[in-house]
């Protein structure tokens, strides 16, 4: 009875044992035993310190997977060394669009050739990434960057091989190491000292004392001009307002003045316009008298003789009729020319008046 007992329990301690061991793998593993992964390789020419297994791997920011390996390759092509890192992707993570079950007829990403080849032409790369500032870690993180340049050593046939780009640190101390501090710093030295020369220089404090005399000539003559103009601007307001005091009883006058003799002109032709139509009638009955004195004698002509005295007395009066119409009409033509005459009358010459 005892012995049955004893088998018993080592069964059921073995059975325990088992399942305990089923449960840490389940636990501690992850449950990786159930995950399609997939392992890859990279190369970087830089330092990886910082970088320890089971770092993180990270795509677009999110854990994919974790460094597995670490080691130091010799290229002796090129008589360098480069730093391998194999990391392990798992699958899980990453969901295919459409893909609910996961059973997708799609191809998987990081499962083909075919699917790896695609994202490489997309521009996937790899470089490291400070993943703790107060621990110095890094990490592997994946992004895509279509126009860099695509760089495969293809050192190992075990792994599928991802391009690599050097990490933000690196591609500042390249940059870093281009500069010419020296070159720098002597540039900046040799202005230093030429700064120092001309602030020591007896020319300089020269043309410093001169360009302070200059300005203060300046100054003196900018206050100098200052007071004459205002006095000059006093004396104009004062001239201004005395021609204007002048001024505007002149303007009253001459417009009185003007309207004085407007009036005047009216006058004047109101009065000399009944006299002119006056004129203009007495010419007309002349001018009517002498055709008629005309056709008299044309009609009477051929009573008596061109010699007789009657014929000259005619001819006579006609002269003398003739000789008022040209008196009658030189006077119309003065009066014309002259209206004033007629309130002042003809003026004689300079001879006369004396």
């Known amino acids: 009875m005892k012995k049955d007992t004893s088998k018993t329990m080592i069964g059921a301690f073995i059975s325990g044992a088992f399942a305990l061991a089923i449960a840490g793998v389940l636990i501690f593993g992850g449950g990786r035993l159930f995950k399609s992964t997939s392992q890859y390789v990279i190369y970087f020419t830089g330092s990886v310190k910082g970088l320890s297994l089971g770092a993180p791997v990270q ?11 670490i080691n130091l390759v010799f290229n002796p092509k090129s008589n360098s060394f480069l730093n391998q890192v194999i990391f392990e992707v798992q699958q899980g993570p990453i969901k295919i669009a459409g893909d609910s079950n996961g059973d997708s007829p799609q191809q998987k990403v990081f499962t083909t050739d075919t699917a790896i080849d695609d994202m490489i032409h997309s521009g996937l790369r790899a470089k490291l990434q400070i993943h703790s500032f107060v621990t110095g870690q890094l990490l592997v993180a994946l992004d895509f960057y279509p126009d860099t340049q695509v760089i495969l050593r293809g050192f190992e046939n075990d792994y599928r091989e991802l391009p690599t780009l050097p990490s933000d640190m690196e591609a500042l101390t390249k940059t870093l190491d281009k500069i010419d501090f020296k070159g720098i710093v002597d540039s900046i030295s040799n202005v230093a000292n030429g700064v120092e020369k001309l602030a020591t220089s007896s020319d300089l404090h020269e043309i410093v004392a001169t360009a302070n005399d200059t300005l203060k000539m300046y100054r003196q003559l900018a206050s100098k001009m200052s007071t ?8 104009i307001s004062r001239l201004v307002k005395k021609a204007d005091e002048h001024i505007a009883p002149l303007a009253t006058n001459i417009n009185a003045t003007a309207a004085g003799i407007r009036k005047t002109l009216t006058n004047l032709d109101n009065q000399i316009q009944p006299l002119l139509k006056n004129l203009d009638q007495t010419v007309s009955s002349a001018n009517a008298a002498l055709e008629h004195a005309e056709s008299m004698l044309n009609n009477f002509d051929y009573l008596s003789d061109q010699d007789s005295a009657l014929i000259y007395r005619i001819n006579g009066t006609l002269a003398e009729v003739k000789k008022a119409a040209s008196a009658l009409s030189v006077l119309a033509d003065y009066l014309g020319r002259h209206p004033e005459a007629i309130l002042k009358g003809k003026s004689l010459p300079k001879d006369e008046n004396k």
């Open 228 to 235: 004459e103009l205002t006095v000059t601007l006093a004396d």
């Open 59 to 69: 795509l677009k920011g999110v854990n994919i997977g974790t460094v597995k390996q």
